[in-house]
């Protein structure tokens, strides 16, 4: 077989059994949704996570120990995470247009203005203001942490990616706070849809993006990153760099203009 600079992967079962599994995570919600049975649900997310763990654990063995992530691959697996980045711009797209396609011209069942008559909106400068406050620093801590990986300062990248881990679990606490006290429901017209559909799934994202900055740190411990191969560490800065740029779009909207 002729050389080439690509990694061309073995047989394997993990993307057949993971999209097993995503395709369950939705049939589950929904027949938790109908019959409150979580059964399925539970089911499909443990099997998401397992089976994501160890085709992640693979790909950390051909790129740190086997060596297979040549110049080439890199390029690749760089270009595939701004693919995959650009899917999720995709995705609150679609929740912002309609936001605004709702609250520019309010219809006669909303009340004719914005937000909906009977809604009483969050104060944009208390919690919110905090959480975009820590969100903006975590993405200061990553920015230190990346540059401290380029540097080869790898007490300084374990400092730096350990504050972001934090300030992004300490944003999810204070999210669950603040849905605690809302006066409105999902159910509340279509600022109330708008409002828990958008912040819900952000939080979502910074949950996972916490986790896969979680594992980053405990790789970087483990001294799985250098000056020049972290594509791992990267593709974890790239997508929290994205979930603190849609967050300001969502405080400037949804928070400050629309109340």
Known sequence: MPRQPFHLVEFSPWPLLVSLSILALPIGLINYLRNADLNLLLLSFVTTSMISIFWWRDVIREST????????????????????????????????????????????????????????????????????????????????????????????AIQGLFLTVMLGFYFLVLQYGEYMETSFSMADSIYGSCFFLATGFHGTHVAVGATFLMVCLLRLMSFHFNKQHHVGFLAAAWYWHFVDVVWLFLYVSIYWWGS
């Open 65 to 156: 120990f086997q060596g297979f992530h040549s110049t080439n691959v890199t390029k690749g697996l760089k270009f595939g995470v701004a693919l995959f980045i650009l899917s999720e711009v995709c995705f609150f797209f679609a929740f912002f247009w309609a936001y605004f396609h709702s609250s520019l011209a309010p219809t006669v069942e909303v009340g004719a203005h914005w937000p909906p008559t009977g809604v009483e909106t969050l104060n944009a400068f208390q919690v919110p203001l905090l959480n975009t406050s820590v969100l903006l620093l975590s993405g200061v801590s990553i920015t230190w942490a990346h540059h401290s990986i380029e540097e080869g300062k790898y007490f300084s």
